[in-house]
């Protein structure tokens, strides 16, 4: 079982920007590939971005390349979610998620361990 807690959610001003974190239980942290989803109130939940399990590819939803950017610091067991130029419609529950048999997966919407959210919001 692997544990993931999300932190550096909060409110924030349209074009600002907000660091997300998620600290994993678990040493085997490295063998994983992480994501970010996100879900909007009466919204599905949607992929944002993952990070293969030793950072050499990236993937990204289209409505956030070019100002998100994920990444992960192994000896820390945490992966960030670096969130710039933010729009109200970025508002939403960040989730971190955790998938062993790599990225592709999480893309798909997947995976095997959830955290349980961090609150965004964007104000206009």
């Known amino acids: 079982q692997m544990q993931l807690v999300e932190s550096g959610g909060g409110l924030v001003q349209a074009g600002g920007s907000l660091r997300l974190s998620c600290a994993a239980s678990r040493r085997t942290f490295i063998s994983y590939a992480m994501g970010w989803f996100r879900q909007a109130p009466g919204n599905e939940r949607e992929f944002v971005a993952a990070?293969?399990?030793?950072?050499?590819?990236?993937y990204y939803a289209d409505s956030v390349k070019g100002r998100f950017t994920i990444s992960r610091d192994s000896l820390k067991n945490t992966v960030y979610l670096q969130m710039n130029s933010l729009k109200p419609e970025d508002t939403a529950v960040y989730y971190c998620?955790?998938?062993?048999?790599?990225?592709?997966?999480?893309?798909?919407?997947?995976?095997?361990?959830w955290g349980q959210g961090t609150q965004v919001t964007v104000s206009s």
């Open positions: 998620a955790a998938q062993r048999s790599g990225p592709d997966p999480l893309v798909a919407g997947t995976a095997d361990y």
């Open positions: 990070i293969s399990w030793n950072g050499g590819q990236t």
